[in-house]
């Protein structure tokens, strides 16, 4: 057999190897739609939480506090409502056991240096109308908390350059950005493009 169609062949093998794997990193939407089958409600979410810690370094091996915030939009025959879901692994609350933290009935996002307090909604999917959860936690013992807010609030914060999250109660914690908060910021950009039409 002739050298050059061998090739030209692996060549082609190559290329078709490269378009795959390309696809398959960048296949994924950065917004999740699902019919809630228990409840009814259609349930739009960004595909990627922001993941945030009290600060940015890495450690390997050392625990620390996290929580994740993530976009979630509720539809329910054409009524729409908005939501901030919080997955909490904070050391403390978690070895106290602590279901219900009062330091995160209330929370303030700071978005640019701009105060916005949310009150919580509730402590479980339920409180959105939803019959399982819609977001996978970081760890399986996180505390969830849901927030209601509104479709321009959630604007605001895929806006902000700078986002802390800021507990309440006699010692507030301040979270930052920690963990693939570039693919989080773009994915919440898709899920406002994709809610706001």
Not at 80 to 89: M, P, T, V
Request: charged share 20%; net charge neutral; with cysteine.
């Amino acid at each position: 057999m002739d050298a050059m169609p061998i090739t030209i062949l692996k060549m082609a093998v190559l290329v078709i190897l490269l378009c795959v794997s390309t696809l398959c990193i960048a296949g994924k939407p950065p917004v999740v739609e699902k019919l809630d089958e228990l409840t009814g409600v259609t349930i739009t979410h960004s595909r990627t939480p922001l993941v945030m810690s009290p600060d940015s370094l890495y450690r390997r091996n050392q625990e620390k506090d996290y929580i994740e915030i993530g976009a979630i939009e509720v539809n329910r025959m054409g009524k729409l409502k908005y939501f901030l879901w919080l997955g909490i692994s904070d050391l403390e609350l978690l070895q106290r056991s602590e279901l219900r933290p009062a330091e995160y009935e209330s929370i303030v996002l700071l978005l640019d240096g701009q105060p916005l307090q949310l009150d919580l909604a509730g402590w479980t999917q339920a409180a959105i109308g939803a019959g399982e959860p819609v977001y996978k936690k970081f760890y399986r013992d996180s505390v969830d908390a849901y927030y209601a807010v509104t479709l321009q609030q959630i604007q605001q914060l895929a806006r902000a350059n700078g986002v802390k999250v800021r507990t309440t109660g006699a010692e507030p914690k301040e979270f930052i950005p920690w963990f693939k908060a570039v693919q989080a910021k773009n994915d919440l950009a898709g899920f406002v493009s994709t809610v706001a039409q």
